[in-house]
């Protein structure tokens, strides 16, 4: 099976485009390193012509006002060119109840993403994850100073990027979904929880502050980033990823 994995050379779309041909498929990975531009249009018919399966893992360059035109004219110009090139299932990565946080610009055009794929011509899986392992750092930059960082309660379920990308890999060897996959980490803590285990892990002595005004994540109510009861549960502990 020949897979289009477009920001196949990202965190994510890297380790897709390795599992897909451990598993015997022709996957090419495809960005602006190496000439296609999803905004332009540049590079793009060719990139998806005679695959039989397009994987968008691309994202918007910042999470403001700005993202929802990324994703509307990033995803009419791959659906336009993967229905001229006659593909026949086109995957999403997306985020665990990316719908129920409209107060997030971003999370905003995640699902604005996701409902111009589902509205529009080609058969569609959508993967839906919990938040990376791999962005606690970043997450743990956003609030701080020399001696606290300030998190807000929000529960969160985290993923490691490598079982992200098993499952991506699979839907994609896959029959299309026309529908979402959620999958979660194994461990749900609050977000203040797991910055204090992050920094203990590695020998950084601030302290963790709640505060539910803090970061992006604040806006976040309730429990709607946790996995829904239906959603697939990877192997991976966050303890264990750290170590």
Do not use: C
């Not at 296609?36 to 910042?62: F, M, R």
């Not at 990316?98 to 699902?111: F, G, I, N």
């Amino acid at each position: 099976m020949k897979i289009a994995v477009i920001g196949g050379t990202g965190l994510i779309g890297s380790q897709v485009v390795e599992n897909l041909k451990a598993a015997g498929h022709q996957a090419v990975p495809h960005s602006l390193s190496t000439g296609v531009d999803i905004i332009t249009g540049q590079g793009l018919e060719d990139a998806v012509a005679g695959a039989d399966v397009v994987v968008n893992l691309t994202n918007s360059p910042t999470f403001d006002d700005a993202s929802p035109e990324f994703f509307r004219t990033s995803m009419t110009n791959l659906l336009a060119a993967s229905e001229k090139g006659g593909v026949g299932h086109f995957v999403v990565l997306s985020i665990v109840g990316v719908d129920q946080v409209p107060q997030l610009d971003y999370y905003r055009a995640k699902t604005l993403q996701e409902n111009i794929l589902a509205d529009g011509p080609i058969p569609y899986s959508i993967v839906r994850a919990t938040q990376f392992m791999e962005f606690m750092d970043a997450v743990l930059t956003w609030t701080a100073d020399d001696e606290t960082v300030r998190l807000p309660h929000t529960p969160i379920q985290p993923i490691a990027a490598a079982d992200v990308a098993a499952t991506v890999a699979e839907v994609a060897a896959g029959s299309p979904l026309n529908g979402i996959l959620n999958i979660a980490g194994p461990d749900v803590y609050t977000l203040d929880e797991l910055g204090r285990i992050t920094l203990t892990a590695k020998g950084d002595s601030r302290s963790v502050v709640v505060d539910d005004t803090a970061g992006m994540f604040a806006a976040v109510q309730g429990d709607v980033l946790i996995a829904p009861g239906d959603a697939r549960i990877a192997p991976t502990h966050y303890t264990d990823w750290l170590a």
